[in-house]
């Protein structure tokens, strides 16, 4: 299984972007969805996640501004980004949970998309 992220990019404080993740290969079924960030020099911490059930978690940072979404037909979910702030700036991650063809539970991590928020 693998995961595609894309749609980061350099936005201006205050604008927005949509960032999404694909899995691709044999997959039965998708847990938990998560997006993760990583600014440079800090470690990777955990923007927000969504269930099977579709429930939403996310970070106080971005609580308001963030929305995650999820399309299982698609395999994928989307992060929706509202009113950007330069400390948003950081490399996006995806990371599902995914039940493969050798029925078992992997956590599969993209390979993250920049973002940077700058005038």
């Known amino acids: 299984v693998q995961l595609q992220a894309y749609g980061g990019g350099l936005v201006q404080p205050g604008g927005y972007l949509r960032l999404s993740c694909a899995a691709s290969?044999?997959?039965?079924?998708?847990?938990?969805m998560n997006w993760y960030r990583q600014a440079p020099g800090k470690q990777r911490d955990l923007v927000g996640t969504?269930?099977?059930?579709?429930?939403?978690d996310y970070a106080d940072s971005v609580k308001g501004r963030f929305t995650i979404s999820r399309d299982d037909t698609k395999n994928a979910a989307y992060l929706q980004m509202n009113y950007l702030k330069p400390e948003d700036t950081a490399a996006y991650y995806c990371?599902?949970?995914?039940?493969?063809?050798?029925?078992?539970?992997?956590?599969?991590w993209g390979q993250g998309t920049l973002v940077t928020v700058s005038s």
């Open positions: 290969g044999t997959i039965f079924s998708i847990n938990a």
């Open positions: 969504i269930t099977d059930a579709g429930r939403t």
């Open positions: 990371n599902f949970r995914v039940l493969g063809r050798l029925l078992q539970w992997n956590d599969v």
